[in-house]
């Protein structure tokens, strides 16, 4: 690669690291990479740690010895997220998004690349201190969520489907109950999917009593997986008497109230904001 000015190693060091979370890239790379020593890389790489942490970009975290070298944790600020959860939350409450059941039209927003890396970002801001192996999530609408977390944490997706395809070969499938209308559904994943003891974080786009995550946590038994975290863009909260099948589950909307006469919802930041 062509020696370059400073100035313009410094972007393009910037890119570097923002295209590779999570990664750990040794000085000696980027001294060859760059041309230049690693004592001048050194230089560099503390100007950029100090702009991600005071632009609330995320963290560099500098690995001494012989194998270290810089790796890029990508995070969000409590004030840009509530920022942006907020906008988020006025979008959904727009009356032609109330569906029958209280549920709500969010197809629209989760195709939003924007929007969805905004979203990835917080949820890796969530987990990032968890040790996790795998994203998980369940067709459809959650595609979209789990693959921009699975981009802010380097982490590969395994996508849960509801009805079990040749083209997956071996799978394993499991009946659950549905919390919010209590039917018995079917899911399924094939073998080779997931590893055994696997740690995944599930990420779902809609929560109302919790069945589908219950679902995917008793499907993770039959991988002997274990449950690192749960991640929903919205629950539903306070919206009848059914009983939250879970608990320990991070948030980052909350749809607290439905008038389906007037179309009139109520939405609010999540458990996220309670904790961070």
Do not use: W
Not at 78 to 91: P, T, V, Y
Not at 146 to 167: E, F, G, Y
Not at 187 to 200: F, G, H, P, Y
Not at 239 to 260: F, Q
């Amino acid at each position: 690669m062509k020696k370059f000015k400073r100035s313009a190693r410094l972007v393009e060091m910037t890119q570097y690291l923002l295209a590779r979370p999570h990664t750990l890239i040794s000085l000696t790379a980027f001294a060859d990479r760059y041309q230049s020593a690693k004592s001048s890389i050194s230089e560099d790489l503390a100007i950029i740690k100090e702009v991600f942490e005071e632009e609330g970009l995320g963290e560099l975290h500098t690995l001494a010895g012989a194998a270290g070298g810089v790796k890029y944790t990508p995070k969000m600020g409590k004030a840009e997220a509530l920022s942006i959860i907020n906008h988020i939350c006025r979008q959904l409450e727009q009356p032609e998004r109330v569906l029958p059941g209280g549920y709500l039209y969010m197809t629209d927003m989760l195709g939003l690349p924007g929007l969805m890396a905004d979203v990835g970002r917080m949820f890796a801001t969530a987990f990032a201190v968890s040790d996790i192996d795998v994203i998980m999530t369940v067709e459809t609408k959650g595609i979209p969520l789990a693959h921009a977390t699975a981009s802010c944490m380097n982490l590969p997706v395994v996508i849960v489907r509801r009805d079990n395809k040749v083209t997956e070969g071996s799978a394993v499938s499991i009946n659950y109950v549905s919390g919010s209308n209590k039917r018995i559904q079917t899911m399924s994943l094939a073998r080779r999917a997931l590893k055994e003891q696997s740690r995944v974080l599930i990420i779902d786009d809609f929560m109302k009593a919790g069945g589908t995550v219950q679902g995917m946590m008793d499907l993770l038994h039959e991988f002997n997986a274990k449950v690192a975290g749960v991640g929903v863009f919205v629950e539903s909260g306070e919206l009848g008497t059914e009983e939250r099948l879970l608990e320990d589950y991070v948030s980052l909307a909350k749809l607290t109230a439905v008038d389906m006469k007037s179309k009139q919802t109520t939405i609010v930041p999540g458990n996220f904001f309670e904790n961070h």
